[in-house]
């Protein structure tokens, strides 16, 4: 839109951010050390369980809970103690908040009416968020009326009409229905592309962390545990709360036999070495057992006898596009294959001996 | 089945509706009666129809020529004082309950009953010392006066006493918590992210005091000025006590009839007269208050 051209450089940069709440013995930390930069124009996401500190962390963004130490900065000037209002940054709340006694328009129109534009620009602005939103038709009408995807709709047109820097989105797909969800989905993608807005989104659904976002950061307990491309996060997860919280993932614990050039050689159970990446920071020692991990879909089932691996099928789950197997290790640890399904494949007999390839690779050693 | 039910409904409520009606027309009717008989020799009533009554509460008879009538010139500066007065004291029961009740709804919950409690307090003490402590406070010498003059700010003693001042001051401490509980409630239900919303969305303190807090809190002062503005109309003990025979108000004149003036008819019609004020004065208000949010979405 009006400066949609994506600039590049650095729109938000956090450093050293703590969050305490309450004080003494009853002190709570939300936030602990937060060091956060987002580009300009991008789609950020924050990802973690409930009661990560992801809403207090797009609170100390938006202005509504000031740090209790560290730095935040808004394209290059120090916000500490600005108020909300005149941060050039608008927030789609959790629950919407849209004002119960104006109408859809009006609520609309709120940010630049206090912005204090002339009411031909309010009215301009307006009709032009109610389209892009698909909610001409509703324009007169009070929140109360409508559904939840609607109203969701209109807390996205109400944050974006006053064209803010950026936008932030605490958990806005949360209240929808699955198809109400992958639509609003592909909806928001679209808007932060067209508008060129940087979007800070919240989100504990890590499919949804991963389809839309181009960078995000997992959160748990108040800190940032990994940071980087949803390819990044996924394939390459630092440790094991970010391999579980992502994805499906087999945690396998392996004997290193080598270390060499910034990959390891684990023994496998049955006797086979095999090559791991090393997770960045962490550092094996010949001889430690150490937590490794490699996802369903970079296995693969072969003839018994042949493969890395040899294992006994304990069931199969079947998911439509693919199906899930099952197995026991010959060292009794559990490992999941996922396989893509074909018309007519059988799925393997329960106790029956399979061989098991695994990716060149993929297989990854994790720090701890 | 759906009529069945609805006639039980009313067979179930009847006793209630019995009370009720019984309970409020009753007396009624009977100041409506009263007002329209002559008055007795020693008080009460003498059981002839006569419009006398109706008659004397606007206009005067000269007391040498019957037929010369004059409009009652005393009775309508009491009415006009009466609304004016009470009109105040909701204007400054509303100025001074609305940041109390913020005050108390921002508390942390555990907080707000100790608050809620502390406003209630007065009512413990009977209306009438209350009332003489305010007068203790306003008298020439009297707390106030008396610390002013110490302090240099005035010579003399100023007048507060037997003042619409007096009897506005009064009835404003009289009435606040009636104002502050129904606006705490209304508080109370207050989504307080919407103020966030308002604060995000670049409002000042001010725009957000006006166009989200006042917008939604509006049925508390509703309830308010309703609940501090009738009981201002027939307040009798406040202008009584601080108002004396200067500040009359038309409790105290209809009080007057029905002793001193021994002239209950006069009395009754009176008191209809205060009736007919208060109904006309909060149809008026509810009209221009409930224009805009309708009907329909009066829940807001
Ligand atoms: N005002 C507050 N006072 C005390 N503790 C708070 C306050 N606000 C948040 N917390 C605590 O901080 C932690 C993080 O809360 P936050 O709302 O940021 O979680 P979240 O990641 O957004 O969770 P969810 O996904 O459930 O929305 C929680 O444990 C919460 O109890
Ligand atoms: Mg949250």
Known sequence: MADGAQQSGNEIEIKAVSKVFGLGAAAFHALTEIDLTIRTGEFFTLLGPSGCGKTTLLRVIAGFEHPSSGQLRIKGQDVVGQAPNRRLVNTVFQNYALFPHMTVAQNIGFGLKMLGRPRSEIDATTSE????????????RKPAELSGGQQQRVALARALAPRPRVLLLDEPLSALDLKLRKEMQTELKRLQVETGITFVFVTHDQEEALTMSDRLAVMNKGRILQLGSPHDIYHAPKERFVADFIGETNFLSLTVSAVAGGCAELVLPGGRTVSARIAEGVLPAKGETVSAVIRPEQAQLVEAGTGDLSATVDGSVFFGTDTHIHLTLEDSQSFTVRRQNTVGQADPARGARVGLALMPGALQVLRG | ??????????????????????????????????????PGNMGGVAWDFSTEAWFRVFFKRDIFDPETVTLNADHLAVFQRTLWLSFQTTLICAALGFP?????????????MV?????????????????????ELIRNTGTVNTVLVWLGLIREPVDLMYTDFAVLLGMSYVFLPLMVLPLYAAMDKLDFRLVEAGYDLYASRLQVLWHVILPLVKPGFIAGSILVFIPSIGAYVTPRVLG???????????????????????????????????????????RITTRETGGRDGRH
């Open chain 1, 129 to 140: 968020m109610l389209h892009l939103v698909k909610m001409e038709a509703m324009a007169m």
């Open chain 2, 1 to 38: 089945m759906k009529r069945d039910s609805h006639r039980w409904k009313w067979i179930l409520v009847s006793p209630a509706l019995v009370v009720l009606i019984l309970a409020a027309s009753g007396p009624l009717l009977i100041v409506a009666v009263y007002s329209v008989l002559s």
């Open chain 2, 100 to 112: 109390t009740a913020w005050f108390i709804a921002t508390r942390p919950v555990n907080r707000r």
């Open chain 2, 115 to 135: 608050w809620l409690f502390l406003i209630t307090v007065p009512f413990w003490t009977n209306l009438l010392i209350r009332t003489f402590a305010i007068q």
């Open chain 2, 244 to 286: 004396g025979g200067r500040s009359m108000m038309m409790g105290n004149l209809i009080g007057l009839q029905f002793g001193q003036g021994r002239n209950w008819p006069l009395g009754s019609a009176l008191a209809m007269v205060l009736l007919v004020i208060v109904v006309v004065a909060l149809i008026f208000y509810l």
